[in-house]
């Protein structure tokens, strides 16, 4: 089946505008989870959705950060006020359950670019 | 808190030589451990993962990984390296239902 989706590919915004990335998980994953990729470095957490509810956001860097889940499907990463220091991979990912040996699935990622 | 380390950010092996990908772990709890694979302008590939069962885990492409708990290794091992395993692999660990991952290690392949 397909696997996670993640709208745009690429996205190169000026400094101090928002954006808003998009992620549509496998079908009928519960789980869903943000990733921030920089370069030269591994993926770091960023929120953690089960269902509708963020149960973690502990990862979001500041208030500038926020993401949704309206119906417990598509998740939407919102960044306010971008700054250059935004520029990275956004990865998404989801799993079939929510205990720690869990598989993610991760998609391929949204490339933000701030100028 | 949980920690992974990934000792060589640059790994080159020749075609047909052993890989080794290294990985420590700091867990205060018994740790879930993985194992991804990323090709260029492409998402997380799970290879492996350890989830308490046996220690020697076996996954894709020929690639296997064992858990050592008196190291709190979790080193990746493959036999024979070929061209396509050319990519960057990351060790991860869980924290509570997220992951943490190390810095990543680019693999090279040379012919």
């Known amino acids: 089946g397909a696997g996670v989706s993640q709208t745009p590919s690429n996205k190169v915004t000026e400094k101090g505008k928002y954006v808003e990335l998009r992620c549509d998980p496998i079908?009928?994953?519960?789980?869903l989870y943000w990733y921030r990729q920089s370069l030269g470095q591994g993926p770091e957490f960023l929120i953690y959705f089960q269902g509708t509810g963020a149960a973690d956001d502990s990862g979001l860097p500041n208030d500038r950060f926020f993401a949704v889940r309206p119906e417990g499907s598509v998740s939407t990463l919102k960044i306010q006020r971008t700054e250059r220091g935004d520029s990275a991979v956004y990865l998404c990912?989801?799993?079939?359950?929510?205990?720690?040996?869990?598989?993610?699935?991760f998609g391929p990622g949204t490339r933000l670019t701030v100028t | 808190a949980q920690s992974v380390t990934q000792l060589g950010s640059h790994v080159s092996v020749s075609e047909g030589a052993l890989v080794l990908l290294r990985c420590n772990y700091s867990?205060?709890?018994?740790?879930?451990l993985f194992w991804y694979v990323q090709y260029p302008n492409q998402g997380l590939q799970l290879l492996l993962k350890?989830?308490?069962?046996?220690?020697l885990v076996k996954g894709i492409n020929g690639f296997e990984a064992e858990f050592k708990k008196s190291e709190t290794s979790f080193h990746l091992t493959k036999p024979s390296a070929h061209m396509s395993d050319a990519a960057e692999y990351f060790c991860?660990?869980?924290?509570?239902?997220?992951?943490?991952f190390g810095a990543g290690t680019i693999l090279r392949v040379k012919s």
């Open positions: 079908s009928g994953h519960t789980a």
């Open positions: 991860a660990v869980t924290y509570g239902n997220k992951l943490v």
């Open positions: 350890y989830t308490s069962a046996a220690t």
């Open positions: 990912a989801s799993s079939g359950g929510t205990g720690s040996s869990y598989e993610q699935y």
């Open positions: 867990s205060s709890v018994p740790p879930y």
